[in-house]
């Protein structure tokens, strides 16, 4: 019996598991694993102990299933991820998805009556596997095709194979408040959900109701059978937010946002030094 027996931690991977500020992910572009950034030494030993005495740690990120097996190999990952932004529960080592909350043909059929009805806006959908379908390609996803294997143009939304992870929809501000406008008139039982995911508004997201960090890492509790007393979640961005506020304590790095700092999060230090290193000696103390 470990002291951490029944004690669940969640971490997000960029810029709070590892430091990605600089060049981030170049390597998925690139496709290319082997140019990931490395753990801070402080952070694995960190988790080495932690799950010794029984904790269980996985990620829950956005990133996709090969980048995710690449830092699983190197940190003691001993329980299924969530992955996609929240989209699934995955076994990380097996690659099997146990749980899913993805966009449906339903949720494809409007994104092409979105495009039918704006001309001028970009549709990204993104797949659980990483790969990219952009339809009326914008510039930015032209230079990301230029660069990536893993980002196609298709001439439909309807010829983009299901299942769909999110979708993203591109344009000036004013367009997308259309859109969102159209979207939700069209979602009469409200099953999907719709977000800005720019400062500038210029990025609408399209997702299923049920999805996202928060919701994933309470099912994930159930299926190891713990008690969201005992969940503790790691991370830096807004879209952790979610998964901080579901856990007994969330824990960000002091380069996180301010949206993270309002949710009330316990600042540890940088992503740089270690963060989640902070996280589990807190956890010591606690238990």
Request: with cysteine; hydrophobic share 40%.
């Amino acid at each position: 019996m470990g002291k951490f027996d029944g004690v669940l931690l969640v971490s997000d991977v960029c810029d709070t598991l590892v430091d990605t500020s600089r060049g981030a992910f170049v390597d998925e572009v690139k496709g290319k694993t082997e140019e990931l950034v490395p753990v801070p030494e402080r952070n694995r030993q960190a988790l080495e102990y932690f799950t010794a005495e029984g904790g269980r740690f996985t990620l829950a990120t956005g990133r996709a299933l090969k980048y995710v097996q690449f830092y699983a190999d190197r940190i003691p990952v001993n329980a299924p991820g969530v992955l996609g932004d929240g989209s699934a529960i995955c076994d990380i080592r097996s690659g099997a998805y146990l749980e899913t909350a993805v966009l449906d043909r339903r949720a494809r059929e409007l994104g092409q009556a979105v495009l039918d009805r704006f001309p001028g806006t970009t549709v990204t959908a993104r797949h659980l596997d990483g790969m990219y379908h952009t339809v009326r390609p914008d510039a930015r996803a032209r230079l990301i095709m230029s660069v990536s294997d893993d980002a196609l143009e298709a001439s439909s939304l309807q010829e983009v194979p299901l299942p769909i992870q999110r979708l993203w929809f591109r344009d000036r501000s004013r367009t997308l408040r259309e859109v969102q406008d159209f979207l939700r008139g069209q979602d009469e039982d409200g099953v999907y959900e719709l977000a800005f995911t720019s400062e500038e508004r210029n990025q609408l997201q399209m997702a299923a109701r049920g999805s996202g960090k928060g919701n994933m890492v309470r099912r994930l509790a159930e299926r190891l059978g713990i008690s969201m007393e005992h969940v503790y979640c790691a991370g830096n961005g807004d879209d952790d937010v979610s998964m901080l506020t579901a856990a007994k304590q969330g824990f960000a790095p002091s380069n996180c946002t301010q949206a993270v700092r309002d949710c009330g999060a316990a600042v540890v230090c940088s992503v740089q030094e270690g963060a989640l290193a902070d996280a589990v000696r807190i956890l010591d103390r606690n238990y």
